[in-house]
């Protein structure tokens, strides 16, 4: 297979893996919203009951007692609360690569409009400096500049 060929496979499987993206992520706010609309305080009160019911039931005396179903049910819970932090670590970096990428865009088309003014013998209007993002400094900056004074 030819070189250029390669190139447009793999860049028609990265605009696949991007369209699969979006849709996921799509899919995912739609279940996220439909799971929490669905837990009606009735429905986890009955969830409870029936749990509760299950456990008494399933009881053996020595072997499985209500503190290992209570460190069973918050096992899950971490487990789930660490897949949503995953998954919105995952959204914030995709975020963070679709801003760098129009960043990127946009750069390319300040220089080419430079490029063109240039070229029509214009002058230039001089580019804004740009200016400093305001934030609060993050706790380790601020022991710095407190340790350096």
């Known amino acids: 297979m030819k070189f250029g060929a390669l190139?447009?496979?793999?860049?028609?499987?990265?605009?696949?893996?991007?369209?699969?993206?979006?849709?996921?992520?799509?899919?995912?706010?739609?279940?996220?919203?439909v799971w929490r609309k669905g837990w009606s305080p009735l429905r986890i009160v009955v969830v409870g009951l029936a749990g509760g019911f299950i456990a008494g039931k399933l009881e053996v005396p020595g072997k499985v007692n209500g503190a290992r179903w209570l460190q069973m049910v918050g096992s899950v819970s971490n487990l789930f609360a660490s897949a949503q932090a995953a998954f919105?670590?995952?959204?914030?970096a995709q975020a963070t690569a679709t801003a760098d990428d129009a960043a990127e865009e946009a750069d390319e088309a300040s220089e080419q409009a430079q490029a063109a003014a240039s070229a029509t013998d214009a002058r230039p209007a001089p580019r804004?400096?740009?200016e400093p993002e305001l934030r609060?400094?993050?706790p380790a900056e601020a022991a710095t500049e407190l340790s350096e004074r």
């Open 7 to 33: 190139q447009r496979r793999v860049k028609r499987c990265e605009q696949v893996v991007t369209v699969r993206l979006v849709e996921t992520q799509d899919h995912w706010s739609t279940l996220s919203d």
């Open 128 to 130: 804004p400096e740009p």
């Open 136 to 138: 609060e400094p993050r």
């Open 88 to 92: 919105a670590t995952a959204m914030a």
